[in-house]
């Protein structure tokens, strides 16, 4: 992920950047602010800077340690403590020069120096890697620096700096595949990382800025309706902001007022989102309204909507809803003059400094030193913001597939949501009550039975809505669910189910894997225990019987091949006539049994799509490569093409109460008016639930039907198909077979 500086193997050429800050300039800004800062700390770091990098150069024709120096000089302007100031310059000292660790360790501390290896996470992309082995590496990258980022955020800080000068340096780079392939990464990665933490100031130049290479067209078209609209509209501005300034004047409300041209990039995203044109866009230009305090937030917003109309679907109150990232403000809009419609913010200073500096707001100086000052923070923590990105890490998966649900994670609209005590959760559109249960607690998630959605008992694939207030319903044990994973939208949310669903299938193998151990021995009349297969782990190439027991489970490893490594050179004891036990395999013989509902794809156990086993049948599992046990009723087809060593005697489990199972009918029934209906009734009078019905043949007097019926067992569903039959309109009705 990293975006190295650009740098040549040319010489110094004496050519120096211009807007390059010496170090007096550098010390001068920090001091700004604050007036306690170790100036002979940064002299250090600056000096180290450019001897380090003294001979290399970019591709601008500019020195390297120009890069540095200006990411200190942007963490300045964002009023960040010194130990930022030197991490960012000396973040590529590590990477791009001799000078080590220790020597680093040495001379400038142990925070310093764990902050400058957090930002160089993200390791080497080198151009000369094929692009799926560069997208392989950034994506263990990404696992390494969100882990660096979690636990100090002003790596997160110094690296969001550290982007936004390559990014405006951009142009240089003389290839056009990699300048869009910066940007890309810029806007999927690092543009999100600076809203989540409310940098709107960097967030906003970092859109822009990738928006100019990887839409170019489009970017040059906004430029220049933006340019038209300005002029356009310039005197209508001036004249409403007199306006304004007069009303507040005559009614005693200091206040500093200025405007705010929306950036092309987020007019391009509301064309794209809203699918209108650039003249119903009415945010174009906004006023900024900076208060005293709240109070005089809530008056100046009623004296504003006295004078003017206002546009009652535009108002938004961020003040008592803050956004997750800390932005408060009252955003309304009015109607001006010639009715055009103008988006006023107003907010006091504290808010100001949150909305355009985010978390390095919070960085203040105090008592005689510059630091974190968590008492601004109130009831907001920006990095609550970035833990369900280490929460994913935790529930393990790939590189890919975490980068692939970080994403998600971090491209979202959000909803606001209410747990039954009144705290905040945030989510994006489209969230369900299921990521609502992940984002208070991946137990609460893994737990989640149902849900009720302002008091009323709702589904679980219902999409929340802005102040829902939800309660989850939680069951006793953490099952993988069939179809949650499509019910969920946020990358949290998704990675978790997955742990689950791999989870549950090491643990469902593992179960499976003993139950084919166990049954192989005793078809052969053989003691099982564990120590048996210890001497057979070698010749398998297993290191643990837990291992051997997983692959056997998968099918990775037949009975027979497992057979023959535990007992090398035994007889092919296999039954003559593999259908003459058949009847023998009941509930009393099987050595697995099975939940009547049925289970999950890839769970180790799958009910077979040829003969629809229900409980009550008899029923037998085939052990298959990669699946693990599909089951099959006692006289399905399909068991006279697989060998009887494959078959694992199963039995269904007796639940405590009764669930529904999937049961297949075929029939014939006469195409006349009413006959669907009739039948559809015979079904729920017999308790049953029609969930499914397809009509593979028809012809003007009849036509076939398969239909898929939630019943209890096998004797429910034999009690169906008579009621079916005694129908006048039902010509044949039957149990599907394999072949139907």
């Not at 690092?190 to 067209?217: H, M, Q, T, W």
């Not at 546009?311 to 403000?329: E, L, T, W």
């Not at 091949?561 to 535990?566: K, Q, T, W």
Request: with cysteine; charged share 25%.
């Amino acid at each position: 992920m990293n975006v190295k500086a650009h740098i040549t193997s040319q010489k110094s050429t004496g050519h120096e950047p211009a807007g390059f800050l010496s170090l007096p300039e550098l010390v001068a800004l920090v001091h700004s602010y604050d007036p306690s800062a170790d100036a002979e700390l940064i002299g250090r770091a600056y000096a180290l800077c450019k001897s380090s990098h003294g001979e290399q150069m970019r591709h601008s024709g500019d020195p390297y340690y120009a890069h540095p120096i200006t990411v200190a000089e942007i963490l300045g302007n964002l009023r960040m403590d010194v130990d930022s100031i030197c991490t960012a310059l000396l973040h590529d000292v590590l990477e791009d020069t001799d000078y080590c660790e220790d020597q680093m360790r040495e001379n400038f501390g142990d925070t310093i120096t764990e902050l400058v290896k957090g930002v160089t996470k993200l390791g080497q992309v080198e151009l000369s890697r094929t692009d799926l082995t560069r997208e392989g590496q950034q994506a263990e990258n990404f696992q390494k620096f969100v882990l660096a980022m979690s636990k100090d955020i002003r790596v997160l800080l110094v690296k969001l700096c550290d982007r936004l000068h390559n990014m405006r340096t951009l142009e240089f780079h003389p290839k056009e595949s990699s300048r869009r392939r910066i940007s890309r990464e810029t806007m999927e990665i690092y543009a999100p990382l600076a809203r989540k933490i409310g940098v709107d100031r960097i967030c906003s130049e970092l859109e822009d800025l990738s928006f100019r290479y990887i839409n170019p067209s489009a970017f040059e078209s906004i430029a220049k309706r933006l340019k038209h609209w300005r002029a356009a509209q310039d005197s209508a501005i001036s004249h409403l902001s007199i306006m304004l300034s007069e009303l507040l004047d005559k009614h005693g409300k200091t206040a500093r007022i200025y405007g705010r041209e929306k950036r092309p990039f987020a007019i391009w995203r509301k064309l794209q989102k809203q699918g209108i044109h650039f003249e119903d866009v009415a945010d174009i230009y906004a006023f900024r309204i900076i208060l005293d305090n709240v109070e005089d937030c809530y008056q100046v917003l009623g004296l504003l909507h006295t004078n003017w109309r206002c546009v009652p679907a535009r108002f938004r109150d961020f003040i008592s809803v803050p956004k997750p990232n800390g932005y408060q403000c009252l955003h309304t809009t009015i109607l001006g003059p010639d009715n055009q419609r103008i988006e006023l913010q107003l907010r006091t200073s504290a808010m100001e400094e949150v909305a355009e500096r985010g978390i390095a707001a919070h960085w203040s100086y105090k008592n005689e030193s510059y630091s974190y000052d968590a008492s601004n923070m109130r009831n907001y923590d920006p990095l609550q913001r970035l833990r369900p990105l280490v929460e994913m890490l935790e529930h393990g998966g790939d590189a890919d597939e975490f980068l692939e649900f970080a994403k998600l994670e971090m491209f979202t609209d959000q909803v606001f949501t209410f747990t039954p005590k009144n705290e905040l959760i945030a989510l994006p559109q489209g969230a369900t009550p299921l990521d609502f249960a992940y984002a208070v607690h991946t137990k609460i998630g893994d737990t989640c039975i149902g849900a009720l959605i302002n008091n009323r008992e709702k589904p679980l694939r219902t999409q929340l809505q802005n102040g829902d207030v939800v309660k989850i319903i939680r069951g006793g044990t953490a099952e993988p669910n069939i179809g949650w994973e499509d019910m969920v939208v946020t990358g949290k949310a998704r990675s978790a189910l997955r742990r689950l669903t791999r989870q549950g299938e090491s643990e469902e193998f593992h179960r499976i894997g003993f139950m084919l151990a166990d049954h192989a021995f005793a078809r052969e009349d053989k003691d099982f225990s564990e120590s048996t297969l210890q001497d057979g782990l070698k010749r398998l190439n297993f290191t643990t019987v837990d291992a051997l027991y997983i692959a056997l489970g998968r099918g990775r490893l037949s009975v027979n091949a497992f057979m023959d490594g535990v007992f090398p050179g035994r007889r092919d004891t296999k039954t003559q006539d593999k259908f003459a036990n058949r009847d023998l395999i009941d509930n009393t013989t099987a050595k697995l049994y099975v939940r009547g509902e049925g289970l999950s794809p890839g769970i180790g156990l799958l009910i077979g799509e040829c003969c629809h086993p229900i409980p009550g049948d008899r029923i037998v599992g085939v052990h298959t490569q990669d699946k693990g046990v599909v089951i099959h009723s006692i006289d399905c087809d399909t068991l006279a093409e697989v060998e009887d060593a494959d078959w694992l005697d199963l039995g269904w489990r007796r639940a405590a109460e009764q669930t529904a199972s999937i049961g297949r009918i075929t029939a014939t029934v006469e195409h006349v008016p009413g006959a669907l209906a009739a039948i559809a009734l015979i079904i729920g009078e017999a308790g049953g639930n029609l969930t499914n019905i397809q009509t593979p043949k028809r012809s003007p007097a009849f036509f076939d039907m398969v239909m898929d019926i939630e019943v209890t067992d096998s004797r429910h569903l034999s009690q169906i198909v008579a009621a079916m039959r005694a129908s006048a309109y039902v010509v044949n009705v039957q149990r599907a077979s394999a072949s139907q």
